[in-house]
Antibody
Framework: EVQLLESGGGLVQPGGSLRLSCAAS????????MSWVRQAPGKGLEWVSA????????YYADFVEGRFTISRDNSKNTLYLQMNSLRAEDTAIYYC??????????????WGQGTVVIVSP | DIQMTQSPSTLSASVGDRVTITCRVS??????LAWYQQKPGKAPKLLIY???SLGSGVPSRFSGSGSGTEFTLTISSLQPDDFATYYC????????FGQGTKVEIK
């Protein structure tokens, strides 16, 4: 079954760091762009970052402000999001999602179940 | 930044109703717009991409239209499984989601 499985979420203090991972299976991971999308408690979807299939172009939402880094290891079929200088407002469910194409933040046709990040003292 | 405005924020409807949700964009994005359905506690599901192309396995009662700055998602005959929150997404310049439209039972 085609799937995406996120991990790495948890409770972290303000100013701390976390590294999220997203393991892909049953599709040619290296052929598709990938994104991270988050959803704060009771709120809507918010696009965070995207990378192209070859990882040579990366895109970030303005609110990231240089704090997050997206990357991927196509040999391991895994997408990453390194999050530094975390703030309370980064508290959310973080979803990884597959692009329908090889590009960047295009239509997202497959989503993981999400991993929860809580930023609190 | 591209701003997305969905309307209405909440919509009360009955099974069998025709439902239309609008997404207005702050600048022209051609047809680079998608629609998603999300149910509580679940990940979103792609319904429509490129403004009017139906996602894989999506029932034909869902349709999308529009171009430029104004787009609509239509459900031709609302079914019990369709009560959910719907989001539009532009992917012309990076990506932005609308704030969502909750379709609830009337």
């Amino acid at each position: 079954e085609v799937q995406l499985l996120e991990s790495g979420g948890g409770l972290v203090q303000p100013g701390g760091s976390l590294r999220l991972s997203c393991a892909a299976s049953e599709f040619t991971f290296s052929s598709y762009g990938m994104s991270w999308v988050r959803q704060a408690p009771g709120k809507g979807l918010e696009w965070v970052s995207a990378t192209t299939s070859s990882d040579n172009s990366k895109y970030y939402a303005d609110f990231v402000e240089g704090r997050f880094t997206i990357s991927r290891d196509n040999s391991k079929n895994t997408l990453y999001l390194q999050m530094n200088s975390l703030r309370a407002e980064d508290t959310a469910i973080y979803y990884c999602a597959k692009d329908l194409y090889g590009g960047s933040a295009g239509p997202l046709d497959m989503w993981g179940q999400g991993t929860v990040v809580i930023v609190s003292p | 930044d591209i701003q997305m405005t969905q309307s209405p924020s909440t919509l009360s409807a009955s099974v069998g109703d025709r439902v239309t949700i609008t997404c207005r964009v702050s600048q022209s994005i051609s047809v680079w717009l998608a629609w998603y359905q999300q149910k509580p506690g679940k990940a979103p599901k792609l319904l429509i991409y490129k403004a009017s192309s139906l996602g894989s396995g999506v029932p034909s009662r869902f349709s999308g239209s529009g171009s430029g700055t104004e787009f609509t998602l239509t459900i031709s005959s609302l079914q019990p499984d369709d009560f959910a929150t719907y989001y539009c997404q532009q992917y012309d310049i990076y990506s932005t989601f609308g704030q969502g439209t909750k379709v609830e039972i009337k």
